[in-house]
């Protein structure tokens, strides 16, 4: 691996390494969490792909979030926690466990997709085994749901948190209210996580909210209110950290908002050419985080050009391979088709 020597470089260097030793994220630490952005954002990249050639039939894309989702997992125990993600979160579930093939299974909606059979919209995750509840297509509706997963884990004397995301849109539900209201009284141990991209789908921001931050709204539910770079990996992690630990101290809820952006459309069934120029686009993607972080690690030594491109090499093959294979595995069996959605009735109700 080619270095350059220099003073200002050793000087940088130095200043990294504090940086991350400080908030106690290893050398390997560091470099999984990139490799970990780096598959999150192809996979969405490959997806976007497949609709495009027809071969699934809808897709939703976290493009520009890869940085705030990644950090925030690496502060979650996977099996110990109760993560409920929204419908952008590749870079969680994948920093969870969830394997790529895993994922591909459900862009698919095919019979072995883990989440939901086949059953549900594409990144609407569910795994058993690593505690990663599937969400409503209504947005909002999951966080009532963590505070219920919450109040049952303080009744029970349960250890561990629940974390729960959302997109800027949910803070104009209801069920935003209700959530962090309840959340507030009773002290639950939930990390409320808002992945703020500015657009509930073509509705700016400005236009949702009165107040110019997510985070603004926590004092009104007697929770600290925490609003950070959401492509500062590190500021992401240290708010998210002590988020988790004061849940688990018993000290109650926080909202944490990561302030990022989606770089492509709200869906794949959406033109944002109507409601954004291009040139905001283009100015959010010099923020980009895969690239921000990268620097970060070449800076300290971690991570060299030729090293970079092999990674995201790596991440296209690992994706492409993976949609190659759930594309050729069975689909759900028509027969099935009212499973999970109707009572089933058995011999004790006469049949």
């Not at 561990?160 to 935003?176: L, R």
């Not at 998210?240 to 849940?247: G, K, L």
Request: proline content about 6%; hydrophobic content about 40%; overall charge neutral.
């Amino acid at each position: 691996m080619k270095r350059t020597t220099g003073e200002p470089l050793k000087k940088q260097a130095a200043l990294g390494e504090r940086i991350h030793t400080r908030l106690g994220l290893s050398d390997d630490d560091l470099l999984q969490m990139y490799r970990t952005m780096v598959t999150a954002r192809a996979f969405d990249e490959r997806a976007f792909i497949l609709f495009t050639q027809g071969k699934i039939p809808f897709t939703v894309t976290g493009h520009g979030h890869e940085g705030a989702q990644v950090a925030a997992a690496k502060c979650l125990t996977p099996g110990r926690d109760w993560v409920l993600p929204y419908y952008r979160d590749v870079g969680v579930v994948l920093a969870l466990g969830m394997t790529v093939r895993e994922l591909m299974l459900g862009e698919f909606g095919k019979a072995a997709d883990p989440s939901s059979g086949g059953r549900q919209m594409p990144k609407h995750w569910g795994c058993r085994r690593l505690k990663i509840v599937t969400q409503s297509s209504p947005v909002a509706t999951q966080l009532p749901h963590a505070c219920g997963l919450a109040w049952a884990m303080k009744v029970r004397n349960e250890e561990g948190i629940v974390w729960v995301s959302f997109g800027d849109g949910v803070a104009s539900k209801g069920d935003f209210h209700e959530a962090l209201n309840f959340a507030g009284i009773h002290k639950l141990p939930v990390v409320f996580f808002c992945e703020n991209n500015y657009y509930a789908i073509s509705v700016p921001f400005s236009k949702q909210s009165p107040v110019p931050r997510v985070a603004d709204r926590a004092a009104a539910y007697g929770m600290p209110g925490i609003s950070v770079d959401g492509n500062d990996v590190f500021e992401v992690y240290k708010a998210t950290r002590e988020a988790v630990q004061r849940a688990l101290a018993g000290e109650g809820p926080t909202l944490v908002e990561a302030r990022t952006y989606r770089f492509g459309p709200h869906t794949s069934n959406d033109d944002d050419r109507r409601y954004r120029s291009r040139d905001e686009v283009a100015q959010w993607k010099e923020k980009d985080p895969i690239p921000r972080f990268a620097a970060y690690l070449k800076e300290i030594g971690l991570l060299d050009d030729q090293e970079e491109a092999a990674i995201k090499a790596e991440a296209e093959k690992e994706v492409r391979e993976a949609a190659a294979w759930a594309e050729s595995q069975p689909d759900p069996d028509p027969a099935t088709v009212a499973a999970h959605v109707y009572a089933e009735r058995g011999p004790a109700h006469g049949r």
